[in-house]
């Protein structure tokens, strides 16, 4: 599976698990952000920075991913394959 395709599935992931994904440019706040969970207006959100590649961002969003409860939600095979393999250290 290509990082697109790969990165793609990880944010229709999120959406399942009510996680909204918003790419953002993190470069104009002034302040020395880093993309990540957080929670605004009881909401879960994952704001990425937009200027990452596409494998940083997959990275970033899977390791936030893989520490939430998947055991109840379908997860299609190479994704949970792709989050396993990346978890180990």
Known sequence: MKPTQL???L?????????TVAEQNMRVTG????????????QKMFIMDKH?????KLEILANC?????L???YVMPAVRKYLER???S
Do not use: F, W
């Not at 944010?11 to 996680?19: P, S």
């Not at 991913?65 to 409860?69: E, I, K, N």
């Open 65 to 69: 991913l893989r520490t939430l409860p």
């Open 52 to 56: 990452l590649t596409v494998r940083e």
């Open 7 to 9: 990165y793609q599935h």
């Open 71 to 73: 055991d109840d939600i």
């Open 31 to 42: 302040v020395n952000a880093k993309s990540g969970l957080c929670i605004v207006k009881d």
């Open 11 to 19: 944010k229709e992931l999120a959406v399942k698990m009510d996680i």
């Open 86 to 88: 990346t978890g180990r």
